[in-house]
Each structure stands twice: as structure tokens, then as C-alpha cells.
């Protein structure tokens, strides 16, 4: 019997491309937003530890109640916000679970959910395989800030969820306090649900991150979805957790526990053993920073425009100055035959918008970064 596809025009993600052609071409891959360095030695040995002592069966569906505890310790330390780490807090296996079980869980047919472009490309997926509708709304250029007057005439009644990101993947922009005070405005307005993607909270330069934990009246109506994978540079370990108000979190947890049921033991262990010290998550964006730093002050002599960077561990570079091919054709170009792989920003866009822009992930060793600066200094 011949297969019909749910997504028909969904191939390969572009990390996944580029990543191989890195490979394939032996070049310094700055596409893929995974560190190079090692994680801290202390959360190793906290592993080792709760499995040698025998922590290596399920943990309860809704993850550890320690881990949930610190959890709730850490938002109130950051955002002065009061969680139950019972009812309203669960762990995930990454932030891409967390945010296909809330979308799953609350979406069905004909519910229309409003994204950003260039958007996270996991979010238009989920939505089309519940059934719903992804309404596109492009940022505007060249700061990646939304325009609330679009949202605003965007809405119509089949419109449930808004999904947020900040700091922004891909551009490294962020959401001010205007524009949380906005969003709880139109979401009241209008009974609307938020998504809201943070799993770079941590990873913000010159600012405070405006989580969505910290707004009374929006809290009541929103998920926030974090990452211990980006907060700890320990993307492997897929560990991630949302916050939502209990009668949400009773709903996404349903689909939770058939899509994963739980995540893993002695990480859970190990995270919530290691939370315990404010420091390990306080001052991680002043050594993203200086690596921000490094590299951008590399790159002084190169053709290419900086695109400023706000949080992430990410940064775009422009290229309009030096080629006139399209962000795709660029990016193979750069990783075959100067050795560098980056991301094309076009393949967050719902219409390829081409910007010339390239995305690349500044997650690295200082000699790494010094490498790559010299191959872009040199085009």
C-alpha cells in the first residue's frame, strides 16, 4: 500500500545537511549549535555517582521531584516567580518534546497558531501534524523585532496559540519589556494561549531576559519551555522542561507520558544535585560573551557585516557586500571550498526569504573560533 506523508515537502533538517556536509568536505562546522568544550567535570562525576549507586531505572513520569524542587528554586531566583514544582512543572527529553507535547496536547484541527519568522523549524511541523495552522508573521528587518500591529490584525477566530522565542534562534534578538507587556495584553484581549520558546534564557548579554514567568496575567496562560542541554552546554543529553499552569500541564502530560513517558535517571539525579549551587547558572552568559567577543573582534578585517547578537550562542553574519548568490548556494560554497559550514537563514522562513545572512554558532573553543575568523577574513 502506497505511503501518504503528513509532511510531504519536509526533508532532511538543514543541520543535518550541513553537519554531513561539513563532514563530507572536512570543514570546521559552525552550522549546528552545539558546543565544542567540555561540560563542567563536577556534573560528570554527579552522573557517574547516581549511577554507580543505582539510579538507572524510570523515573516518575513527570521527572524527579528533587530536580522539579530546584527548578522551582531557580525561576524565583531568576524571575522572582512562585512555581509548584508538583503541579506545574515537568521534564522533558529536550525542549523539541517539551514543545511538540504542549503543541499536541492543545492544537487540533483548524486552530491557527502564530509564528515568527525566521522561526525554529520544529514548531511549523508540530502544528501541521495536529491539525493545525501555522500563521507566519515575519520580523521585522534588520532587528528581528516583532511588529505587534501585524499580530494584532492577524488574529481572527480560529487563532489559539502564539509562539515566542527569545533570546531569538537564529538572530540573537530579544524580547524587551514592551514586548511582554504587549503580548499579555493582546493574549488577555483576545483568550489566547503562549508558547514561549527560552531555552537560551541563560545565554543573554547586557540584559535581562524577560521570561514570560515573570508576568502575572500572562504566566496564567502560557508554557515556558527551558534546556538544560543549552543552559549546561550538554546538548546530548536531550533533558529540557516546560512550566504551565496546572490545568495545561495536566493536558500536555498526557501526551508526555505516551510520547517519552519519562527521562533519564541518573541525569535527573545529577541535574538536581548540581542546581543546588546558583552559580553553575547565574554567570554562563559572561563566558558566551567573551566568546561573542572573541570572535566578532576577529572578524574585524573581513568583508562580512556583524548582525548584533543579544543572547543565543549564535551569530549572523552578512554577506551582501561580497556575493549576489542565494543564502543556500553561499553556505555549501563556504563549507566546500573554504572549509567553514554555517546555516543559511533562509530555511526559516516560510518563503525562503533570502537575506543574505548566515547563521554561525560561536559555541566553541577560542582556536576554533580564531580558525574560523581567518577563513571569513580571507573571502
Known amino acids: 500500500m502506497p505511503l501518504k506523508s503528513k509532511l510531504p515537502d519536509v526533508g532532511t533538517t538543514i543541520f543535518t545537511v550541513m553537519s554531513q556536509m561539513a563532514a563530507e568536505h572536512n570543514a570546521l562546522n559552525l552550522s549546528q549549535g552545539f558546543?565544542?568544550?567540555?561540560?563542567?567535570?563536577?556534573?560528570?562525576?554527579?552522573?557517574?555517582?547516581?549511577?554507580?549507586?543505582?539510579?538507572?531505572?524510570?523515573?516518575?513520569?513527570?521527572?524527579?521531584?528533587?530536580?522539579?524542587?530546584?527548578?522551582?528554586?531557580?525561576?524565583?531566583?531568576?524571575?522572582?516567580?512562585?512555581?509548584?514544582p508538583y503541579k506545574e512543572i515537568t521534564i522533558t527529553a529536550g525542549a523539541t518534546e517539551a514543545i511538540y507535547a504542549t503543541i499536541t496536547a492543545?492544537?487540533?484541527?483548524?486552530d491557527e497558531v502564530m509564528l515568527f519568522d525566521p522561526a525554529y523549524d520544529c514548531y511549523a511541523p508540530a502544528i501541521r501534524l495536529n491539525g493545525g495552522v501555522p500563521v507566519h508573521?515575519?520580523?521585522?528587518?534588520?532587528d528581528f523585532s516583532i511588529n505587534w500591529e501585524v499580530v494584532k490584525n492577524k488574529i481572527g477566530a480560529n487563532t489559539k496559540l502564539i509562539i515566542i522565542n527569545s533570546?531569538?534562534?537564529?538572530?540573537?534578538?530579544?524580547?524587551?519589556?514592551s514586548d511582554l507587556k504587549t503580548l499579555e495584553e493582546i493574549a488577555a484581549k483576545h483568550d489566547l494561549l503562549v508558547l514561549s520558546d527560552e531555552v537560551y534564557e541563560h545565554i543573554i548579554f547586557g540584559?535581562?531576559?524577560?521570561?514570560?514567568?515573570?508576568?502575572?496575567t500572562l504566566r496564567k496562560r502560557c508554557i515556558?519551555?527551558?534546556?538544560?542541554?543549552?543552559?549546561?552546554?550538554?546538548?546530548?543529553?536531550?533533558?529540557?522542561?516546560?512550566?504551565?499552569?496546572?490545568?495545561?500541564t495536566n493536558e500536555i502530560r498526557k501526551v508526555h507520558q505516551y510520547l517519552v513517558f519519562s527521562v533519564n535517571t541518573p541525569m535527573q539525579h545529577a541535574l538536581s544535585d548540581y542546581l543546588k549551587e546558583p552559580e553553575h547558572y547565574l554567570h554562563i552568559a559572561e563566558m558566551y560573551n567573551n566568546k561573542r567577543k572573541f570572535f566578532v573582534d576577529s572578524l574585524a578585517q573581513?568583508?562580512?557585516?556583524?548582525?548584533?547578537?543579544?543572547?543565543?550562542?549564535?551569530?549572523?553574519?552578512?554577506?551582501?557586500?561580497?556575493?549576489?548568490?542565494?543564502?543556500?548556494?553561499?553556505?555549501?560554497?563556504?563549507?566546500?571550498?573554504n572549509k567553514l559550514?554555517?546555516?543559511?537563514?533562509?530555511?526559516?522562513?516560510?518563503?525562503?526569504?533570502?537575506?543574505?545572512?548566515?547563521?554561525?554558532?560561536?559555541?566553541?573553543?577560542?582556536?576554533?573560533?580564531e580558525r574560523a575568523a581567518e577563513i571569513l577574513c580571507k573571502i
Not at 540584559?207 to 502575572?216: G, I, P, R
Open 35 to 84: 558546543p565544542d568544550f567540555r561540560i563542567s567535570p563536577k556534573l560528570i562525576e554527579l552522573v557517574n555517582r547516581h549511577m554507580k549507586r543505582g539510579n538507572n531505572q524510570y523515573a516518575p513520569m513527570p521527572g524527579l521531584p528533587g530536580l522539579r524542587e530546584q527548578i522551582a528554586e531557580m525561576v524565583y531566583n531568576c524571575y522572582q516567580s512562585k512555581i509548584d
Open 106 to 110: 492543545l492544537i487540533g484541527n483548524g
Open 137 to 142: 508573521i515575519p520580523l521585522n528587518q534588520p
Open 167 to 177: 533570546p531569538h534562534n537564529p538572530s540573537g534578538a530579544v524580547l524587551s519589556q
Open 207 to 216: 540584559q535581562q531576559h524577560e521570561s514570560v514567568l515573570k508576568y502575572d
Open 224 to 248: 515556558a519551555i527551558s534546556s538544560f542541554g543549552k543552559t549546561f552546554h550538554a546538548t546530548g543529553w536531550k533533558i529540557g522542561y516546560l512550566v504551565a499552569p496546572e490545568e495545561i
Open 302 to 337: 573581513s568583508k562580512f557585516e556583524i548582525i548584533p547578537s543579544f543572547g543565543t550562542y549564535f551569530q549572523l553574519l552578512s554577506y551582501k557586500n561580497i556575493s549576489d548568490l542565494d543564502d543556500m548556494t553561499m553556505a555549501a560554497k563556504l563549507t566546500k571550498e
Open 341 to 369: 559550514a554555517s546555516i543559511p537563514i533562509s530555511v526559516f522562513y516560510q518563503n525562503k526569504e533570502d537575506n543574505k545572512l548566515l547563521r554561525f554558532c560561536f559555541a566553541k573553543n577560542e582556536e576554533t573560533l
